[in-house]
Nanobody
Framework: QVQLMESGGGLVQPGGSLRLSCAAS????????MGWYRQAPGKERELVAR???????NYADSVRGRFTISRDNAKNTGYLQMNSLKPEDKAVYYC???????????WGQGTLVTVST
């Protein structure tokens, strides 16, 4: 079956950087769009960034200019490079892939990002 696995979360100081990875298995990764979402305690899950199968990105206003979404289709992996991190970026980050053949959504298990001194 199709599965996604996030990695790369952790503790970082304000102004620091992290790179999240999302490894896909069991699907034709290269033809499917994917995105990153996050959920902070007491808040609803929100879109962070998305990328088309052709590599065209889109960002939430809160992260534009600081985060970069990318994908390496040969490695079946998507990435989220996070720079200039702020305390308000603390959340569980999830990757999502849409299977275009069926329009089904597949979610990873999430990885925790903590921004604190």
């Amino acid at each position: 079956q199709v599965q996604l696995m996030e990695s790369g979360g952790g503790l970082v100081q304000p102004g620091g950087s992290l790179r999240l990875s999302c490894a896909a298995s069991g699907s034709i990764f290269r033809i499917n769009p994917m995105g990153w979402y996050r959920q902070a305690p007491g808040k609803e899950r929100e879109l962070v960034a998305r990328i088309t199968s052709g590599g065209i990105p889109n960002y939430a206003d809160s992260v534009r200019g600081r985060f970069t979404i990318s994908r390496d289709n040969a490695k079946n992996t998507g990435y989220l490079q996070m720079n200039s991190l702020k305390p308000e970026d603390k959340a569980v980050y999830y990757c999502k892939m849409t299977l275009i053949a069926t329009n089904l959504e597949v979610w990873g298990q999430g990885t925790l990002v903590t921004v604190s001194t």
